[in-house]
């Protein structure tokens, strides 16, 4: 054998041993991030304290999908769910932000408060805190084209994440 050729298997060795050692600890996929006894998830229609229609609706569509995109965990059906997840919209609010000289809404505000909880069967809450509150803002111009509707789902799909992201274990 060449110099080259045992310094080579040498590099080889030792730089395999050093990728085993170095990585021991490290898991890879989103299944570690959630619990593993539980397997299966209901989302129960969020409620809404909300005089504008559909809100709960929406909000638990955005919740199922967040949760199918995110998790390991499968929805299922109440009868045979390991946990359920439900929420309330408890404050829904609408403010001007900014206005022209004439007085009319260049920007408006929106904000929401959202409380869900995650339990099991028992009903043993599976979050660090029982109840977790979520507040989110968002601002539209509707000079630009923007509408309620589309910060409400800018409001809606930051809730779901919010709502997946409680559902991890804590580091």
């Known amino acids: 054998m060449t110099t080259f050729t045992r310094i080579s298997i040498c590099w080889l060795i030792l730089l395999t041993t050093c990728c085993s050692f170095g990585c021991a600890g490290y898991h890879l996929g989103n299944q570690y991030l959630y619990r593993s006894d539980i397997r299966t998830v209901h989302v129960a229609m969020f409620e809404s304290d909300s005089y504008r229609r559909f809100l709960g609706q929406r909000t638990t569509e955005a919740v199922i999908k967040q949760v199918e995109l995110s998790t390991?965990?499968?929805?299922?059906?109440?009868?045979?769910?390991?946990?359920?997840?439900?929420?309330?919209?408890?404050?829904?609010?609408?403010?001007?932000?900014?206005?022209?000289?004439?007085?009319?809404?260049?920007?408006?505000?929106?904000?929401w408060v959202v409380e869900i909880d995650w339990v099991d069967r028992a009903g043993t809450p599976l979050m660090q805190r029982q109840t977790v509150r979520i507040s989110e803002d968002a601002v539209f111009i509707p000079e630009g084209g923007q509408s309620l509707a589309t910060a409400q789902q800018e409001i809606i799909e930051r809730v779901a994440r919010q709502t997946v992201s409680q559902m991890q274990n804590p580091w």
Do not use: Y
């Not at 929805?75 to 403010?95: V, W």
């Open 72 to 111: 390991p965990l499968t929805i299922t059906n109440p009868q045979i769910a390991d946990s359920f997840i439900r929420g309330r919209i408890i404050r829904d609010r609408k403010r001007v932000v900014g206005e022209n000289r004439f007085d009319e809404a260049r920007s408006v505000g929106i904000g």
